[in-house]
C-alpha cells in the first residue's frame, strides 16, 4: 500500500473480522516480521493482525525525506495505515521504537480500543531518557548507520534477559537491512527535541494503557515505570513477565499473548 507516497508492506493475520483489529509496531532496525508468533498462532487466528513494516525496514521504501524519520515522521505514517485500513478503532501494540510511535500518534488515534507498550518509557523530554533507560553498550549501535555484524549481535543480544535460551541472531538480519538513515535520522531528530510530551499524553490519555515489562529488560528501567502517573493504567500496574527480556513476544510468545488476549476481552466488560 502507498501512505503519503511511501510504499508501505504489511503483514496480516486471518482473523475474525467481527473481532477488534489489533496493530503492531515494531521497534528500531526490526521488522514486522518479528511479530510472526502471534501472527500464525492462535492469537493471529482469532484476531485480525496487521502488522507494518516501517519506512526503511522490512520490505517497505526508504523514507523519501530524512525528516519522515523522526517520531513525528512514523506516527503519521501509523495513523495513515489504521484509516488506509478502517482499522482506527484497533489496539495498537507497540514494542520500544513502536511503543513510542505508538505514543505519538495516540492523539491523532481518537477511537484506537486501547494500547499496549513495552520496551518504550515515556518520556517528555531528552534529559529524562538516562533515567527512563538502563545504560548498555548496544544502544548506541541503533543510532549509527553502519552496523558491523558483531555490532548487530551485540544488540541483539540485549533483547533478550541475561543467558536467554532464545536465539539472538533471529533479530541480525532485520538490523543489517534496515536503511540507516533511518538510525541516524531518528537519533538527530529525538536529540533535538523533535517529539510529543509523551508524559502529558499518558495523563491525558482515555483509552486503556497497558505497560508490559520483562522482569529481565536489559534496556528499560523499571523503577523509573513505576513511579509515573497513568490514570488510565491497565490493571493498575506495570505487568512483569518473569523470565524475559526487551521482547517478550519472542522470548515467551504464549505468554505475551495470553496477557493481550486478557487486555482484548476486558475492553469489551
Not at 139 to 160: N, T
Not at 201 to 208: G, H, M, N, Y
Request: proline share 7%; charged share 20%.
Amino acid at each position: 500500500m502507498e501512505i503519503d507516497r511511501k510504499r508501505i508492506a504489511y503483514l496480516e493475520s486471518p482473523g475474525d473480522r467481527d473481532e477488534r483489529a489489533v496493530v503492531f509496531v515494531h521497534g528500531n532496525s526490526s521488522s514486522a516480521k518479528t511479530w510472526a508468533p502471534l501472527l500464525v498462532g492462535d492469537f493471529g487466528r482469532r484476531f485480525r493482525c496487521l502488522a507494518l513494516d516501517l519506512p526503511g525496514h522490512g520490505q517497505s521504501e526508504p523514507a523519501g525525506n530524512q525528516d519522515d524519520y523522526s517520531l513525528p515522521g512514523y506516527a503519521a505514517v501509523l495513523t495513515g495505515f489504521a484509516q488506509e485500513l478502517g482499522v482506527s478503532d484497533a489496539v495498537v501494540v507497540g514494542w520500544s521504537l513502536g511503543g513510542q510511535i505508538a505514543l505519538e500518534a495516540a492523539p491523532a488515534l481518537p477511537d484506537a480500543g486501547g494500547f499496549v507498550l513495552f520496551g518504550a518509557p515515556p518520556i517528555a523530554t531528552v534529559e529524562q531518557m538516562p533515567e527512563a533507560f538502563l545504560p548498555n553498550p548496544a544502544m548506541g549501535a541503533l543510532f549509527r548507520e553502519e552496523v558491523s555484524e558483531s555490532e548487530a549481535k551485540l544488540v541483539a543480544e540485549s533483547f533478550g534477559a541475561p543467558g536467554s535460551p532464545l536465539d539472538s541472531d533471529e533479530f541480525v538480519p532485520d538490523i543489517l537491512a534496515t536503511d540507516g538513515s533511518a538510525r541516524t535520522g531518528l537519533g538527530s531528530s529525538v536529540g533535538a527535541g523533535r517529539f510529543a510530551d509523551e508524559l502529558a499524553i499518558v495523563s491525558a490519555l482515555e483509552q486503556p494503557l497497558a505497560i508490559v515489562q520483562g522482569a529481565e529488560e536489559q534496556l528499560v528501567n523499571l523503577d523509573y515505570l513505576r513511579k509515573l502517573t497513568i490514570p488510565t493504567l491497565w490493571r493498575g500496574e506495570v505487568q512483569v513477565l518473569p523470565g524475559v527480556g526487551h521482547a517478550p513476544h519472542r522470548e515467551a510468545p504464549r505468554e505475551f499473548a495470553t496477557l493481550l488476549t486478557r487486555f482484548l476481552d476486558e475492553l469489551r466488560t
